[in-house]
């Protein structure tokens, strides 16, 4: 039987001394950059990215490890893609 990709949700994972950061989905990794930042990171800190198929709830738990899939999404797949670069370099510019 053929999988096929129904969501695809970017994990975006902020850290700026290598132990606290913050975290943020969305559709894209711009939208995962922008979710960060609101919940914390600043535009300075090194980014890490992962992207989650067929889990919209893909999330990072207390312990800094990305969760996906179990029960409510048994198809789900992650991939790391590993360092992206600084946070304020993946938001895109929003025009005025």
């Known amino acids: ?13 902020a850290t700026r001394d290598g132990l606290r950061g913050s975290w943020g989905r ?3 990794l711009s939208e995962a950059a922008y ?3 609101k919940n914390g990171a600043k535009k300075t ?5 992962y ?7 893909a999330h990072v738990d207390g312990f800094g490890y ?3 899939g179990g029960k409510e999404a048994p198809n789900a797949h992650g991939v790391c893609i590993g360092p992206v670069g600084k946070l304020g370099g ?5 025009n005025k």
């Open 45 to 49: 800190d090194t980014c890490g990215a």
């Open 51 to 57: 992207v989650v198929f067929n889990d919209p709830d």
């Open 1 to 13: 039987m053929k999988e096929h990709i129904k969501e695809i949700r970017f994990i975006v994972c």
């Open 90 to 94: 993946i938001m895109e510019k929003k």
């Open 35 to 37: 979710s960060a930042h």
């Open 66 to 68: 990305v969760c996906w």
């Open 26 to 28: 969305g559709e894209t």
